[in-house]
């Protein structure tokens, strides 16, 4: 899929690893083929979770994955940076030790990561 971002290792906590990657998509399918390709990596098919979130075409859509709450977090912030018609998911790899709310925090700080490295552009 053209226009797949993917931001590997950014994160790092008592053995869960993050990753945050992301795309420009204007519908479901489109958003399905942007997880498709990323999952096509056996690093990130393997993961525990890559939740995801968009706003495709004014519909917001998101998908925790097992992460219960991060991918309505993850729209939260991509409402409040109005970026509409774009998939960002946060995957981690789970580290088997519990995060508590710091996994919020991991999932926070993807997110602008993405969206400071894609502002650049």
Same mark, same amino acid.
């Given at each position: 899929? =053209? $226009?797949? +971002?993917?931001?590997?290792?950014?994160?790092? /906590?008592?053995? #869960?690893?993050?990753? *945050? #990657?992301?795309? !420009?998509a204007t519908n479901r399918a489109e958003a399905a083929a942007l997880l498709v390709a990323l999952k096509r990596t056996k690093r990130f098919a393997?993961?525990?979770?890559? #939740?995801?979130?968009?706003?495709? #075409? $004014? %519909? !917001? &859509?998101? /998908? /925790?994955? $097992?992460?219960? $709450?991060?991918?309505?977090?993850?729209?939260?912030?991509? %409402? +409040?940076?109005?970026? @509409? /018609?774009?998939?960002?998911?946060? =995957?981690?790899?789970?580290?088997?030790?519990?995060?508590?709310?710091?996994? &919020?925090? @991991?999932?926070?700080?993807? *997110?602008?990561?993405?969206? @400071? %490295?894609?502002?650049?552009?």
């Amino acid at each position: 899929m =053209t $226009g797949l +971002r993917v931001y590997d290792r950014i994160i790092s /906590d008592r053995g #869960s690893k993050y990753a *945050v #990657s992301g795309g !420009p998509a204007t519908n479901r399918a489109e958003a399905a083929a942007l997880l498709v390709a990323l999952k096509r990596t056996k690093r990130f098919a393997r993961a525990t979770h890559n #939740s995801w979130a968009a706003v495709l #075409s $004014g %519909e !917001p &859509f998101r /998908d /925790d994955d $097992g992460e219960a $709450g991060a991918g309505a977090l993850i729209l939260q912030m991509l %409402e +409040r940076a109005e970026l @509409h /018609d774009h998939v960002v998911v946060v =995957t981690r790899w789970y580290g088997g030790k519990n995060l508590g709310g710091d996994r &919020f925090r @991991h999932v926070a700080t993807a *997110v602008r990561h993405y969206l @400071h %490295e894609t502002a650049r552009d």
